[in-house]
């Protein structure tokens, strides 16, 4: 008989969508089953023109919109993770800003992540062309093991229903 693998650290990527959503019972089920900790990371994109803000707004005005924005990240943690996890000393939330395959894959051998888990928007045509996949991007990077999840509505293998 072979004995799966015991993760010790899950990594669970979101993007706060419904794909996202869709992956993160597979992320808590791993995590829980292996008595693991829980990583949730979300990478928010850089956008380039941000660069200028400093011309059209003040330190202050800038910093109160730094701390809104962190306000919304932890809120959308605590609505749409955290709320259904009951003991939360296996879990760790992290924000980190930059292109989102890169900064995955930075933390995942910062942090000796065992596993990761992520949803897939499931783009296809053209939309895939330009836009491309992080998940994509991360399955050919990967050092380590990668879990990609369809969402389930889009799949149309959605039981609830």
Same mark, same amino acid.
Not at 72 to 89: P, V
């Given at each position: *008989?072979?004995?799966?693998?015991?993760? #010790?650290?899950?990594?669970?990527?979101?993007? &706060?969508?419904? %794909?996202?959503?869709?992956?993160?019972? @597979?992320?808590?089920?791993?995590?829980?089953?292996?008595?693991?900790?829980? @990583? +949730?990371?979300?990478? #928010?994109?850089?956008?380039?023109?941000?660069?200028?803000?400093?011309?059209? *707004?003040?330190?202050?005005?800038?910093?109160?919109?730094?701390?809104? *924005?962190?306000?919304?990240?932890?809120?959308?943690? %605590?609505?749409? @993770?955290?709320?259904?996890?009951?003991?939360?000393?296996?879990?760790?939330?992290?924000?980190?800003?930059?292109?989102?395959?890169?900064?995955?894959?930075?933390?995942?051998?910062?942090? %000796?992540?065992? +596993?990761?888990?992520?949803?897939?928007?499931?783009?296809?045509?053209?939309?895939?062309?330009?836009?491309?996949?992080?998940?994509? #991007?991360?399955?050919?990077?990967?050092?380590?093991?990668? &879990?990609?999840?369809?969402?389930?509505? #889009?799949?149309?293998?959605?039981?609830?229903?």
């Amino acid at each position: *008989m072979i004995e799966y693998p015991k993760y #010790k650290k899950v990594l669970f990527c979101t993007d &706060f969508s419904e %794909n996202s959503d869709c992956a993160f019972d @597979y992320a808590f089920g791993i995590a829980k089953r292996d008595e693991a900790v829980l @990583y +949730i990371l979300h990478i #928010k994109s850089v956008i380039p023109r941000w660069t200028y803000v400093d011309n059209y *707004m003040t330190k202050e005005d800038w910093d109160k919109l730094k701390v809104t *924005m962190r306000e919304d990240i932890d809120k959308k943690y %605590n609505d749409q @993770y955290l709320s259904q996890i009951k003991d939360k000393n296996k879990v760790k939330t992290v924000t980190k800003s930059g292109r989102e395959d890169e900064e995955i894959l930075k933390f995942v051998r910062k942090e %000796n992540i065992d +596993i990761i888990v992520i949803g897939t928007h499931g783009r296809t045509g053209i939309e895939h062309v330009l836009l491309g996949s992080v998940a994509e #991007k991360i399955v050919r990077r990967s050092p380590i093991p990668v &879990f990609i999840i369809p969402c389930k509505k #889009k799949s149309g293998r959605d039981k609830s229903k």
